[in-house]
């Protein structure tokens, strides 16, 4: 492994200094809760800059000061409540952007209004407005996600190449011979194993009332786990609610004190009806922290079906994360299993591989 990265270092010092566009939309803002794919976006441009290369975020509008790379905002006043604001006419002005200056394109989303200029664009898929779809019931929400998997599908037909964020995402879309599954990669310079709390701790990293399901998990917290083990704690990191005995909940965390957390739980609990990729299972897996959680496309290709975690049905939820806070030690081949494969998952690894992406050929000829 470390002969394989070394390598892979060599690789990303020997390319040239790179004028490289990342399309952002979503982008970490201070004081405020953001998903996941804000926080990777930071990462991406961050570490694309710590490694020389002159990088550009665009993105709707961004309050964030200290950043190492540039930032470029489509508009001075993004609601982001607002969806026709947040994902059309915003969008749209994103066709006034001139990409001929840059080496690369690396586009996390709508991207569907830009001109490609010729410039390599790899396209990155961080799961499938038609799978959100389905796991929504608001009628205006799912009315808006099927037209935007409709722009998803022009977007990656566009590209010089998609990656998708995993095979059930992949699935979803027409695939040329460039295209492929990467997963997305996890920071081990944050996320490592270390010392554990002294009680036994579940970590939860979502909303309550999402897809995320962190309210399933808080009631099942009260009736049955806290009942069989009274020292255990329940963390949160979402926004805060009522006022449980054993629940803390965590809100705009940096990314330092989130890893903090992951670190020191003894399992993560994430019981998602759909998760494109799951992103926070292999933050929590880098972490030697074991996930016990719920089936859904981004778990079990992530947990390998099982084994580097543990997937039970929702009735078998709560029993599950007692026995496993009860003899932690028994899942420690699981744990060790997932520790060497989050390792594989570095974002050196990874941004080698979006690099070689530079001399593409695009056959793509756009009509102005």
């Not at 990462?43 to 800059?49: N, V």
């Not at 959100?132 to 037909?157: A, C, D, F, G």
Request: hydrophobic content about 35%; overall charge positive.
């Amino acid at each position: 492994m470390e002969d394989m990265e070394t390598q892979q270092k060599g690789t990303i010092e020997s390319i040239k200094k790179l004028r490289i566009a990342v399309v952002a939309f979503e982008l970490i803002t201070p004081n405020q809760r953001t998903g996941g794919v804000s926080h990777f976006n930071h990462r991406l441009c961050t570490k694309l800059s710590d490694m020389g290369h002159e990088v550009t975020a665009i993105t709707m509008n961004s309050l964030l000061e200290d950043a190492n790379y540039n930032i470029k905002s489509l508009s001075k006043s993004v609601d982001i409540n607002k969806r026709f604001q947040r994902y059309y006419l915003t969008a749209l002005k994103g066709r006034k952007i001139n990409f001929d200056g840059y080496d690369l394109v690396i586009s996390n989303g709508d991207d569907w209004a830009m001109r490609r200029a010729g410039v390599p664009w790899v396209r990155i898929m961080h799961g499938s407005a038609i799978r959100e779809l389905q796991h929504n019931h608001r009628l205006l929400r799912k009315m808006n996600l099927s037209i935007l998997y409709l722009l998803e599908r022009y977007s990656s037909k566009r590209s010089t190449v998609t990656l998708y964020n995993s095979k059930d995402t992949q699935k979803l879309y027409k695939n040329r011979k460039q295209d492929e599954v990467l997963h997305l990669p996890v920071d081990r310079d944050l996320f490592f194993p270390a010392e554990k709390e002294k009680e036994p701790t579940i970590l939860f990293v979502g909303a309550l009332d999402s897809r995320k399901r962190g309210r399933l998990l808080r009631n099942l917290y009260v009736s049955n786990i806290k009942k069989e083990i009274p020292n255990c704690k329940l963390w949160m990191v979402c926004n805060r609610d009522e006022s449980i005995d054993g629940v803390t909940y965590f809100n705009n965390l940096t990314n330092e004190a989130l890893a903090s957390l992951y670190r020191k739980a003894h399992i993560f609990c994430m019981p998602s009806t759909y998760e494109g990729f799951g992103l926070p299972y292999l933050e929590a897996m880098a972490s030697g922290t074991l996930v016990v959680t719920t089936p859904n496309p981004g778990a079990d290709e992530i947990l390998d079906n099982g084994k580097y975690g543990v997937i039970v049905k929702d009735s078998e939820l709560g029993e599950s994360l007692i026995a496993s806070l009860r003899n932690i030690n028994k899942y420690e081949m699981i744990i060790q299993r997932a520790i060497k494969f989050a390792e594989q998952q570095s974002w050196e690894n990874i941004i080698a591989k979006y690099l070689t992406y530079l001399n593409s050929n695009n056959n793509y000829e756009e009509k102005q």
